[in-house]
């Protein structure tokens, strides 16, 4: 009767275990194949991959439980058809998920193993089949093949990808490193378990080795969601450069609007108003004081419209007029040179940080243009004191100027709206001088981006591309 209880306890406490287990993966199976029918079609075959491995290692390990064999006799022979296709799809599926974690690799010899591995998989399942037909008279071939040929099949592909992951993981794939530590508790648990198991006159139950393929499974599932994650990230990217494609359209095409206009009207305005700023020139020379202070103002107000066409112009029209090798460093000092004195007005500093030999191909006058918006939009920013710092340096084929402020700062709608017409946050301005600023850096094969926070100040990041010293 004692005999009776500890063979009982030993089913519960052991092999029914095993039945838990499986179960679990095989549930687990369930769920992931009913998810990777809503997946993108990258993702579906990873995650229907995942599915046939874990559903067959389910059915292998409570095929292999005692508590199992218990209940449905051992005599039984259906159940071997089970244990045949849990066992030959896992070997190809196992074999093709690790082809799109990690490729064909040499010679597509991953591919290949593959390939074959369907075949022999199908040529073993349809021996279980004739095996059965002919009342398990083809036993002796069956075994041979299911068996005998298996085994040594399995622990070389094991061997194969195990030693492909190593090879991957040394080379710094976050993958290859989950991938291999995975299978390394899985192989480890399983060594040690065979040493106690041979050491012990075969006395010994083999129970952790499934524990360690659970860890195996488990390093494939986080790798498919690291996948999972890289797509998001890549749908968030994506987006952001849509939006971001969208900005830029939008603004092209308002540029191009106020281009055709500046082209079609400037030359025309600028005449009448040098006319008129002439004879108002004339007029003031014979005229008492109050009128001619009256006159002054009307033609400082015509200097300003002059002012305000001409960024029309170099808008519409901003090709470089004579393309030389400049020395960024030089005209970024002139520029700081001629912004000195508003800077002081202003309470602010200018520090420039320059690299030498930094050379760049562009017209210098639109340069120093250029510059000098961006660094006085800078200086304005600051309603006291403060600081405006110009750094340059060269970053592969480019040159990268960093002119940053510690200003007021920009809301994000606000930074998203910089360079469009009109668009400006001093009060008198026109938003005229930045676009031009970036007309003349497009121009010149560069580009500008603005970075920054509402009360902190903003950077001005503008790239140019770098000739040989």
């Known amino acids: 009767m004692s005999g009776n209880n500890e063979l009982l306890n030993y089913y519960l406490n052991e092999a029914l275990m095993d039945l838990v287990i499986g179960g679990s993966l095989i549930f687990a199976a369930v769920i ?28 292998l390990i409570i095929y292999y439980s005692p508590y199992f064999s218990l209940l449905v006799g051992q005599k039984e022979r259906w159940k071997d058809i089970f244990f045949d296709l849990a066992l ?7 074999t093709f998920y690790f ?22 998989s199908l040529l073993c399942i349809s021996l279980s ?37 190593v090879r991957y993981a040394v080379r710094h794939n976050v993958e290859a490193i989950i991938f291999t530590s995975g299978f390394a508790a899985f192989a480890m648990t399983a060594l040690i378990e065979l040493l106690i198991f041979y050491t012990s006159g075969e006395r010994y139950y083999l129970y952790w080795w499934k524990w360690g393929f659970v860890a195996f499974l488990i390093s494939l599932i986080v790798i498919l969601g690291r996948q999972f994650a890289k797509t998001h990230e890549q749908v968030v990217e994506y987006s952001k450069e849509l939006e971001k494609f969208n900005n830029d359209l939008q603004r092209s095409e308002k540029m191009e609007i106020i281009s055709e206009l500046a082209a079609s009207v400037a030359h025309e305005v600028r005449n009448p108003l040098q006319v008129t700023r002439g004879f ?10 109050k009128q001619k202070e009256y006159l002054q103002l009307a033609i400082s107000e015509l200097d300003r419209a002059v002012h305000i066409i001409n960024d029309f112009l170099t808008f519409a029209k901003p090709e470089m007029d004579k393309v030389d090798r400049v020395n960024l460093g030089g005209e970024l000092r002139h520029v700081a040179g001629i912004l ?61 100027v960093s002119i940053r402020d510690k200003g007021e700062g920009m809301t994000a709608s606000e930074l998203a709206r910089l360079g469009e017409p ?19 850096i497009e121009a010149m ?15 001005a990041i503008i790239k140019l591309p770098a000739v040989r010293s």
């Open 32 to 59: 992931l194949g009913i998810c990777a029918m809503f997946l993108k079609k990258n993702l579906f075959a990873s995650g229907f991959l995942l599915m046939l491995i874990m559903l067959s290692s389910g059915v």
């Open 88 to 94: 030959f799809t896992l070997l190809p599926s196992f």
């Open 99 to 120: 082809e799109k974690l990690f490729g064909s690799g040499r010679h597509r010899l991953v591919t290949k193993l593959r390939k074959f591995q369907i075949g022999y």
């Open 129 to 165: 089949l004739l095996n059965i037909l002919s009342s398990y008279h083809l036993n002796g071939i069956y075994n041979i093949f299911t068996i005998y040929i298996t085994g040594i099949l399995m622990m070389l592909q094991f061997v194969f990808l195990l030693t492909l992951a």
């Open 280 to 289: 108002l020139q004339i007029i003031g020379d014979g005229s008492d004081s």
């Open 340 to 400: 000195l004195p508003l800077a002081q007005t202003q309470g602010c500093r200018i520090e420039l940080h320059l690299e030498e030999e930094l050379y760049v191909k562009v017209s210098a006058p639109k340069l120093k243009q250029a510059f000098i918006n961006v660094v006085k939009n800078g200086i304005e920013a600051h309603k006291d004191s403060g600081l405006v710092t110009i750094v340059a340096w060269k970053s592969g084929n480019f040159v990268i």
């Open 422 to 440: 009109y668009f400006s946050n001093k009060t008198k301005g026109t938003g005229l001088g930045l676009m031009v600023s970036f007309r003349i």
């Open 445 to 459: 094969e560069g580009s500008i981006e603005f970075q920054s926070t509402k009360g902190k100040g903003t950077e």
